[in-house]
């Protein structure tokens, strides 16, 4: 509440709308715990350049690269007006009531001459009313264009987060994503590692391009998730290179499903749609380990991928268990 009382207080001064985005950008200025963005802020004052323009410059720079914004501030500013909607709601039905009490009030005054002073009074504490119903239902609407002005950017920022930890190409997590995910899970309960490897994948690229070989790893990971349930883990790890981990299944299972991964992928039968032209035999490589009382997600990974370089050493298109 310190915070948010000296951040309103800092928009006012510098005649700053209070919109989500220049509210999160001078809340993490009062709080501190982004110095660059500290110095920005502080920059721009000391020039008198402070205004919506910068402002959004900064929020693109610093503010949504920041994946706790919406738990730190934009849900709490939202509860904040919500609440204020609802005191608001009441005092308007209240003063919507004390309207109707005073119309009552005037209709038996207008029946009596002599009550003509006490009639004026009664108008004027009318209009007053009415003038206060008013402001109080304009004030509503502003509060509710800003608390969906805040759902939106609540929605933009879970977009930008997922994309940051998502591989566009094949929709699996990245690198960063899978360990984001892998954090989550309990390492100490049954879980398989698989790291599969498309082999001799660069003479695709080098013979028929990038793009081909893009369609290549597109029609792979389309084949691996066929095989996996909703709470299996895909990752790409690589240019060619996945590691997919079987929640909660034991060694034989996993087994199971590389298998029919590895035959699935061996029956494609890919061309060239310009040419005509088939393109080579689609082969991977597979590694595999079961958890053995690591401690660390990186250790288990080691593991199956020393699997994975006895499979390509064995001749490819093979399956190998981690020791």
Known sequence: MKHARLTNA??????LAPTPI???VFFIYIKGTTPALTQEVESLIESNEINDTSINQLYELYVSQITQIDEEILSPLSQSINLVLDKLK?????????VTNLQKIDKVLSQS????SLQQIINYVQSTVNGSVTQHKSLSLDLNKTNDEINELKAKLSEAKQDAISDPLTGFL???GGDEKLAEIDIDEKHTTLIIDIDH????NDNFGHPIGDKVIQKVTQLIRKQLSDKDITVRYGG???VVVAVNKTLYEAQDIAEKIRLAISQLKLKQKNSDKFLPKISVSIGIAENKNERYWQDIIERADKALYEAKNSGRNCIKIAA
Do not use: G, M, T
């Open 10 to 15: 800092l928009l006012n001064q510098h005649q």
């Open 22 to 24: 220049n509210y999160s």
């Open 90 to 98: 009441q005092q308007v039905n209240s003063e919507e009531q004390a």
């Open 113 to 116: 001459k002599q009550n003509s």
């Open 174 to 176: 990245n690198r960063r």
């Open 201 to 204: 994948f660069k003479l695709i």
């Open 240 to 242: 060619e290179e996945f």
